[in-house]
């Protein structure tokens, strides 16, 4: 997995690329220091995309879940943006679309912070 982070009108952008699996471990890490380092920068307002994300287990789900809580307790929000179908499939299985704002472009992710 490859974290790519970037700022956007004081949005702060994770972009994931590749596995979000159980048994990276180092990936967890990387993902996990990358959202902290985020909502510190940005004031709790976080946008992961997901359209380079090949493959999502209950590990990767966890990850997102707490990185929710993480900026909820900041008093911010994580919205995903621009999931492939099978992500997005899983979050409807899950019913995690009921717990995350999912955008199909991560600049509608953005905007929608300054509404």
Do not use: Y
């Not at 999931?83 to 991560?106: A, C, G, Y």
Request: hydrophobic content about 45%; charged content about 20%; overall charge neutral.
């Amino acid at each position: 997995m490859e974290i790519r982070q970037r700022v956007v009108g004081g949005v702060a952008v994770i972009d994931v690329v590749g596995r979000m699996v159980l048994g990276e471990r180092a990936n967890d890490t990387l993902f996990r220091n990358a959202v902290t380092e985020q909502l510190t920068a940005c004031q709790g307002q976080l946008v992961v995309t997901l359209a380079q994300v090949t493959q999502v287990d209950t590990s990767g789900l966890t990850a997102l879940v707490t990185a929710h809580l993480s900026a909820a307790k900041r008093g911010g929000a994580l919205k995903l943006a621009d999931p492939i179908k099978r992500v997005r499939e899983l979050l409807d299985i899950t019913r995690l679309n009921t717990l995350f704002t999912v955008f199909d472009s991560d600049a509608e992710a953005i905007a929608s912070f300054s509404k």
